[in-house]
């Protein structure tokens, strides 16, 4: 047996974000300096984080309002409704500003199918944010220092329709939807998802280093000939990481075993979704010339190979469960229904020790 002290794990370097980090503060530095010099001067001595604020973002991708001074004074005064984490430095925005409210549309599959939709904000999940946000931190400390350095502030919403959070332009700013039922583990994973967008965002902050051109205007069909594949090539990129960092950070946790009962079978339920979603991913064999300097096409091959080898390890699991029921998003309730917790063997290992 291969020590279990081992790890297969993704290193996007934490320096080059910080790196990135101070550049993009300055950038929001500049744009409040360009609207009004003299309110810019009233908030110069501020830190990086002050200017990091995900609601920076918003405004000034917004393009619908109207940017005067009076607007973004209320922006910078930031006094909006927020509920502070415990112990954490993330908090849970409990209203929706004027010029948000844009960025919250229905989408599917690459269409936006209702650009006004319904929905109401649902604090009361917030103690089970904090609850994932506390094992994240004891359990998964190197991607606990990630998470925080890209993610600000939380919403908290009740329509699973509104998949709006791979976006650059409310950077920081993460979205969960809920239904009731729901588990810390739930959360945990879209502190994974989400939040690896956002960080992944800034860590390609300059995308010189690692791409030909802009990634996101090169379709996937230019690789593949799908002309059905609505993804673009950083789409499909971020798509693979999202997915590789949920194997390596679930299995993680599997090994040292910290859930039971139904939590731990939610969380083998979603490890195996992630094996099949890497599995149809259809990424292989890319020319990635078409698209990435080498060091490009090394982070990528990087990835991929982490994610192959946990396919190797565990792709036994796809054959244990019935995966069949869901589409975009996991739920455990549904997975629940096909895969009742009665039958789950709670002792079985898995073999989650091996690498």
Same mark, same amino acid.
Do not use: W
């Given at each position: 047996?291969?020590?279990?002290?081992?790890?297969?794990?993704?290193?996007? +370097?934490?320096?080059?974000?910080?790196?990135?980090?101070?550049?993009?503060?300055?950038?929001?530095?500049?744009?409040?300096?360009?609207?009004? %010099? @003299?309110?810019?001067?009233?908030?110069? +001595?501020?830190?990086?984080?002050?200017?990091?604020?995900?609601?920076?973002?918003?405004?000034?991708?917004? &393009? &619908?309002?109207?940017?005067?001074?009076?607007?973004?004074?209320?922006?910078?005064?930031?006094?909006?409704? !927020?509920?502070?984490?415990?112990?954490?430095?993330?908090?849970?925005?409990?209203?929706?500003?004027?010029?948000?409210? *844009?960025?919250? =549309?229905?989408?599917?599959?690459?269409?936006?199918?209702?650009?006004? %939709?319904?929905?109401?904000?649902?604090?009361?999940?917030?103690?089970?944010?904090? +609850?994932?946000?506390?094992?994240?931190?004891?359990?998964? %400390?190197?991607?606990?220092?990630?998470?925080?350095?890209?993610?600000?502030?939380?919403?908290?919403?009740?329509?699973?329709?509104?998949?709006? =959070?791979?976006?650059?332009?409310?950077?920081?700013?993460?979205?969960?939807?809920?239904?009731?039922?729901?588990?810390?583990?739930h959360f945990i994973e879209e502190f994974v998802h989400q939040g690896i967008h956002n960080y992944f965002n800034l860590f390609l902050h300059?995308?010189?280093?690692?791409?030909?051109?802009?990634?996101? @205007?090169?379709?996937?069909?230019?690789?593949?000939?799908?002309?059905?594949?609505?993804?673009? =090539?950083?789409?499909?990129?971020?798509?693979?990481?999202?997915?590789?960092?949920?194997?390596?950070?679930?299995?993680?946790?599997?090994?040292?075993?910290?859930?039971?009962?139904?939590?731990?079978?939610?969380?083998?339920?979603?490890?195996?979704?992630?094996?099949?979603?890497?599995?149809?991913?259809?990424?292989?064999?890319?020319?990635?010339?078409?698209?990435?300097?080498?060091?490009?096409?090394?982070?990528?091959?990087?990835?991929?190979?982490t994610a192959q080898r946990y396919l190797e390890l565990d792709g036994y699991l796809m054959e244990e469960f019935d995966l069949s029921f869901? +589409?975009?998003?996991?739920?455990?309730?549904?997975?629940?229904?096909?895969?009742? =917790?009665?039958? !789950? *063997?709670?002792?079985? &290992?898995?073999?989650?020790?091996?690498?």
């Open positions: 047996m291969i020590n279990s002290n081992l790890e297969l794990k993704i290193e996007l +370097d934490i320096a080059d974000a910080k790196n990135n980090y101070s550049d993009l503060a300055n950038v929001i530095r500049l744009l409040i300096y360009k609207q009004s %010099p @003299e309110l810019y001067r009233a908030y110069e +001595d501020k830190e990086d984080d002050f200017f990091m604020n995900p609601l920076f973002f918003a405004f000034f991708n917004n &393009t &619908t309002i109207e940017k005067n001074s009076e607007n973004l004074e209320e922006v910078l005064k930031n006094n909006y409704k !927020f509920k502070k984490c415990k112990n954490h430095n993330f908090a849970l925005l409990e209203e929706i500003p004027s010029f948000l409210q *844009e960025y919250f =549309f229905e989408f599917y599959r690459g269409t936006i199918t209702n650009p006004n %939709p319904d929905f109401s904000l649902t604090p009361s999940y917030f103690p089970l944010v904090e +609850d994932a946000l506390d094992t994240i931190k004891k359990y998964l %400390p190197h991607y606990y220092e990630e998470l925080l350095l890209s993610n600000k502030f939380l919403i908290l919403h009740n329509n699973n329709k509104i998949i709006n =959070f791979v976006s650059k332009k409310t950077s920081g700013l993460l979205y969960f939807s809920t239904v009731p039922g729901m588990s810390q583990v300059d995308k010189r280093d690692h791409f030909i051109g802009n990634p996101r @205007e090169i379709a996937m069909s230019v690789f593949n000939n799908n002309k059905e594949d609505y993804r673009s =090539f950083m789409s499909a990129f971020h798509g693979l990481l999202t997915v590789a960092k949920r194997l390596e950070l679930f299995r993680k946790l599997l090994v040292q075993e910290i859930f039971e009962g139904k939590e731990k079978h939610e969380l083998v339920g979603r490890y195996a979704d992630q094996l099949v979603r890497f599995s149809g991913l259809g990424i292989h064999k890319l020319d990635l010339s078409k698209a990435c300097t080498q060091k490009g096409i090394d982070l990528f091959n990087t990835v991929y190979q869901r +589409d975009i998003d996991f739920y455990y309730s549904d997975f629940e229904k096909h895969n009742p =917790f009665a039958t !789950f *063997e709670l002792t079985k &290992t898995y073999n989650f020790n091996k690498l």
